[in-house]
């Protein structure tokens, strides 16, 4: 046991070092931070620390446990806090406030006017660039660049997102809606929602993203198997194991000689890109027309803009390739996961779609919808998806002031932000102020988007006042793939709730209406944030559906 007494030793003072260097750091921001003139609240361990991460939501329950446990430790220093503490931190101290960490200070800010300022300030408030280095797993990307990198990115990215590849996402989600709902519809209870929605966004993302289209299976209809065999094989892999490759870093799973099968999913993921970019390219220099996706289309973009020296490189292409799968596969799959369970727990909204869906698309089978024709004309449909993003913004984006301070007007006033300051456009607060939203804010109410026209059957979704909503984002940040997002969720809506009707499976002793109230519970309760915002336990709802 010699070697023990001074291992303790040294671990104890690597200890005693680290809690002292962290006090240190928490006073010095602590004093940058009463400079701004904010309220001010004080956290002892920093949003960023990944060993906390992992930790922070068992620790601090265990804290509200004990005499006076209900302080600003357990009510904002763990992730996540936002969606449980909603608009009441605002209400409480005004539309903006700074928290002190021994990392970085953080402000938040919930100011519709402030939002837009930010957003519009690109330059100002950039993307604090090492929290989203994690991505970098196939090249540089619009999360991992910024400045005229980014706008370079941007110009060309944004000319993939077109109404053509909109209208295949609405064919290739309305195949799959009809398969789910097939599946859903062949059991007594579903309690794989979640697995399923999954499964419907990550087929979709490969119709678009690469031409490539899958049949559904439902969860209890896969394979089980342990070897992947095709890019959507690989993808799957990539996209479950993102929590782990942003954790221990992208190099970990990239590097040769590493055997795991993350690795092996890196490296086939790349090679089957390679071999698409070759491919298209030597399409374009012979001036041959192929299959339109993204990959097609974000290669053809940047050879157009080679002549402009602007195009992008090949890494550009495969890192932005996996952006665009992995910012979209989980918000959409999660976003509908909350969709359903908010849709079952409120049978007069199922009712209230309905009705719409069978106006708009009446007895026509499903691939005779027309995105054209009909996308437009469901309303209804897009307000449950608002209304739901309103309530459980997937992906909330933060800026930070870099190397240089920075004036923000808040009110009729105007602060100096210290650099290297977080600044949070708070989400959860913008999105359920009672000031923007009524006195039933935190309310899942989709008609609140809806305004009838004077003297006609016809319908529009209301567009809240500027900086209000900000689901997607706003200004140059806006998220170019948003409305390939509405249209595979409406497209899935309109595959489920036209003939059918869902509905919460009771407990022993438990009515209907219990049931529902249960399931807004889990709702509000088992919500949590992981990479992106989603249920922990949505099994825990099982569903049953039924003819209509």
Known sequence: MSWFQPLLVASLS??????????????RNYNEARKVGVPVRVIPISPGNTLWTFVDKQVVSLFKKLPLGNGTFTRYNWRGWEIEDRYRSHLEMGDVFIQVTPGRNWLYVCNP???LEIFRRRGDFRRPLDIFEPLNIFGPNLYTVDGEQWKRQRKIASTCFDEQINEVVWGESVS??????RYWTSKDSVS??????RTFSLHVLARAGFGKSYKFHGHDERLSTTTASSYKDFLKTILDNCVLIT????EFFTKPGNPGKVHKACASFQNYMTKVYEDEKRAFAKGKET????????VRASQEEAQNSEALTEKEIYGNIFLFNFAGHDTTAHTLTYTFMFLAANPAVQDWIS???RYVLGDKRPFQWHYKLDFPRLKRCVAVLMETVRLYTPVPIATWTDKQAQTLKVGDRTISVPPETMVVPSYAAIHTHPDYWGADALSWRPSRWIAKRPNSFEEDVVSPPPGVFVGWSDGERACPGSKFSQVAAVAAMAGAFRDWRVDPVPQAGETLEAARARVLRLIEKDSAQVLVLQMMHPERAPLVWRRR
Not at 176 to 181: E, I, R, Y
Not at 291 to 298: Q, V
């Open 14 to 27: 690597s200890t005693a070092v680290y809690v002292g260097y962290s006090w240190v750091c928490l006073l």
């Open 247 to 250: 954790a221990l870093g992208a």
């Open 355 to 357: 009705e719409e869906l």
């Open 176 to 181: 799959l809606a009809t398969d789910m709902l």
């Open 291 to 298: 299959d339109r996706n993204l990959m097609t289309s974000l």
């Open 113 to 115: 006017e402030s939002l």
């Open 192 to 197: 794989s929602v979640a697995e399923d929605t």
